[in-house]
């Protein structure tokens, strides 16, 4: 390894699942860059002494997985605006000698709904988020930063739901309780599962789409599997879909330019590669 290489990584406790090392080690090898990406874990009773000795090492930067995301924003010496709407990092790198803490899941989440529809229809839609965990908390105020009109979130919790409606504080987020959830699925609705249901090993999403139709957008952020039942049932009922795989994607990209200076390559089929690492894991 040469001097000029640059190194980043990925943080967690367990890691060995990220899929971070092969999206980031794919950019490099087709932007010919001589850089490394590495997984490291880190136990959470050590992970702020951890965080603030990368000032001290060669390490450009590292993202930040579960269970670690508030440990890395109470490390930091400098939170930038996205990581603080958050109160958690899922990134962290250094400049002129200061760790900075930043949360690339706002752009992440919205770049691929941008893609898909364009604000302005995005905007047209009543917007359903179903989840009240830091998922959730990304998906409102990445709507919100667009000046989205009209959210509703839901949760099972209604104690949770509520604290976070009253935490936002904004006038366009109302709370729906989870019992009439489906009252919110009668006009052209974006539908977002910012909660774990549906993934591998968890229970399904209780959500009935038939009254949903080709102007409605399912958004699931979940990716294992690829196409959850949720996603399913969206294209049956004819709407428009969205994959986790789609975020991790979008998040993973803004770090990478932090860490290398670089823009990773949009032609580049990293979503192919992903999905057959994920095949060889289920």
Same mark, same amino acid.
């Given at each position: =390894?040469?001097?000029?290489?640059?190194? @980043? &990584?990925?943080?967690?406790?367990?890691?060995?699942?990220?899929?971070?090392?092969?999206?980031?080690?794919?950019?490099? *090898?087709?932007?010919?860059?001589?850089?490394?990406?590495?997984?490291?874990?880190?136990?959470?009773?050590? @992970? +702020?002494?951890?965080?603030?000795?990368?000032?001290?090492?060669?390490?450009?930067?590292?993202?930040?997985?579960?269970?670690?995301?508030?440990?890395?924003? /109470?490390?930091?010496? !400098?939170?930038?605006?996205?990581?603080? =709407?958050?109160?958690?990092?899922?990134?962290?790198?250094?400049?002129?000698?200061?760790?900075?803490?930043?949360?690339?899941?706002?752009? &992440?989440?919205?770049?691929?709904?941008?893609?898909?529809?364009?604000?302005?229809? !995005?905007?047209?839609?009543?917007?359903?988020? !179903?989840?009240?965990? &830091?998922?959730?908390?990304?998906?409102?105020?990445?709507?919100?930063?667009?000046?989205?009109?009209?959210?509703?979130?839901?949760?099972?919790?209604?104690?949770?739901?509520?604290?976070?409606?009253?935490?936002?504080?904004?006038?366009?987020? *109302? %709370?729906?309780?989870? *019992?009439?959830?489906?009252?919110?699925?009668?006009?052209?609705?974006?539908?977002?599962?910012?909660?774990?249901?549906?993934?591998?090993?968890?229970?399904?999403?209780?959500?009935?789409?038939?009254?949903?139709?080709?102007?409605?957008?399912?958004? $699931?952020?979940?990716?294992?599997? +690829?196409?959850?039942?949720? /996603?399913?049932?969206?294209?049956?009922?004819?709407?428009?879909?969205?994959?986790?795989?789609? =975020?991790?994607?979008?998040?993973?990209? %803004?770090?990478?330019?932090?860490?290398?200076?670089?823009?990773?390559?949009?032609?580049?089929?990293?979503?192919?590669? /992903?999905?057959?690492?994920? $095949?060889?894991?289920?």
């Amino acid at each position: =390894m040469s001097k000029q290489a640059l190194i @980043a &990584g990925v943080c967690g406790y367990p890691v060995h699942h990220s899929l971070s090392p092969l999206l980031h080690s794919s950019w490099l *090898k087709a932007l010919k860059i001589e850089g490394f990406y590495y997984s490291y874990e880190v136990r959470p009773d050590d @992970a +702020i002494r951890a965080f603030r000795s990368l000032k001290k090492t060669n390490i450009n930067g590292v993202n930040i997985t579960l269970p670690l995301k508030k440990h890395a924003f /109470l490390a930091s010496d !400098i939170q930038t605006h996205q990581a603080k =709407m958050l109160g958690v990092a899922n990134c962290l790198y250094v400049r002129d000698g200061q760790l900075t803490a930043h949360n690339t899941d706002l752009e &992440g989440f919205l770049d691929p709904l941008i893609n898909k529809l364009g604000v302005d229809e !995005i905007l047209q839609k009543p917007a359903l988020i !179903i989840g009240t965990g &830091g998922v959730a908390r990304a998906a409102i105020w990445a709507l919100l930063s667009i000046n989205h009109p009209e959210i509703y979130v839901t949760g099972r919790s209604n104690d949770k739901l509520l604290s976070l409606v009253r935490e936002i504080d904004k006038k366009s987020l *109302k %709370p729906v309780n989870w *019992k009439k959830r489906k009252d919110n699925l009668q006009n052209p609705t974006l539908i977002i599962n910012a909660t774990s249901a549906g993934m591998v090993g968890k229970p399904r999403l209780d959500l009935d789409l038939s009254c949903c139709s080709n102007k409605s957008l399912v958004y $699931d952020l979940v990716y294992t599997p +690829i196409e959850t039942e949720l /996603l399913k049932n969206a294209k049956a009922q004819g709407c428009k879909v969205l994959g986790g795989l789609d =975020m991790l994607i979008a998040q993973a990209r %803004p770090s990478f330019e932090l860490f290398y200076n670089q823009e990773p390559p949009r032609n580049l089929n990293v979503r192919k590669k /992903l999905i057959k690492a994920l $095949d060889g894991r289920l």
